[in-house]
């Protein structure tokens, strides 16, 4: 079992920043693909950023160039900076974990989220 702990949401002005922070603990050994999704009110879930233990990243057409999703493996964490922010980035942030597969599939571990809030 694996157990994902999430911080650094947050209020911020429009063009602001934010950086999102996963704490991973448990049976980490088992992980390979870390995610960041995001549900904003009304609106399904969807995939934010993704990075395997391989070094591959994925990122949603609404945030590239702006979000950067990162790992540290000595820490057992993942992180995602989150810049040039919109009204429309304004969401529950999720972190989530998978032992295998791909960024595609669905996770096998869900963390709890943080909420970041983008004023205009």
């Known amino acids: 079992q694996v157990q994902l702990v999430e911080s650094g949401g947050g209020l911020v002005q429009a063009g602001g920043s934010l950086r999102l922070s996963c704490a991973a603990s448990?049976?980490?050994?088992?992980?390979?693909?870390m995610n960041w999704y995001r549900q904003a009110p009304g609106k399904e879930r969807e995939l934010v950023a993704a990075s395997s233990s391989g070094g591959d990243t994925y990122y949603a057409d609404s945030v590239k160039g702006r979000f950067t999703i990162s790992r540290d493996n000595a820490k057992n964490a993942l992180y995602l900076q989150m810049n040039s922010l919109k009204p429309e980035d304004t969401a529950m942030y999720c972190c989530?974990?998978?032992?295998?597969?791909?960024?595609?599939?669905?996770?096998?571990?869900w963390g709890q989220g943080t909420l970041g809030t983008v004023a205009s």
């Open positions: 989530a974990a998978r032992s295998g597969g791909s960024y595609s599939d669905g996770p096998d571990w």
């Open positions: 448990g049976s980490i050994f088992g992980i390979n693909v």
